[in-house]
């Protein structure tokens, strides 16, 4: 699995998560994507396409994270997450909290 990347495309933040770099640093990542956040980015794009599974701390960091965006005025955006996930969102009662994108989507930074 590739790691997690971090990057802001036009004042949107993208992370991209992966299992294994969550395994060794969801504080780091949290903090990373902090700093790019108030340095600007106000709208996140959760890219969950290379993510197998949601764990507790996972989906407790996604929601800092949404807390974070929209005390900003901005959103949150997932993206690509397989059905195992999309379940987990769904069966803890989250997935409407996020604007939820499945496919192939070239205007992945655009979250508007």
């Known amino acids: 699995m590739q ?27 949290k903090t990373r994507l902090a700093d790019m956040m108030r340095s600007g980015g106000a709208d996140l794009v959760l890219d969950l396409s290379r993510l197998d599974r949601l764990s507790s701390a996972t989906l407790a960091a996604m929601l800092w994270a949404r807390r974070t965006c929209y005390a900003r005025g901005g959103r949150v955006v997932v993206r690509n997450p397989n059905r195992r996930c999309r379940e987990v969102l769904t069966r803890t009662g989250v997935a409407g909290l996020f604007v939820i994108r499945t496919g192939n989507y070239e205007r992945a930074a655009s979250v508007r």
């Not at 790691?3 to 004042?11: A, I, K, Q, V």
């Not at 294994?20 to 969801?26: I, P, R, T, V």
């Open 3 to 29: 790691p997690t990347m971090l990057e802001t495309r036009g004042g949107t933040c993208v992370v991209t998560l992966a299992d294994d770099s969550l395994l060794h640093g969801l504080t780091e990542i």
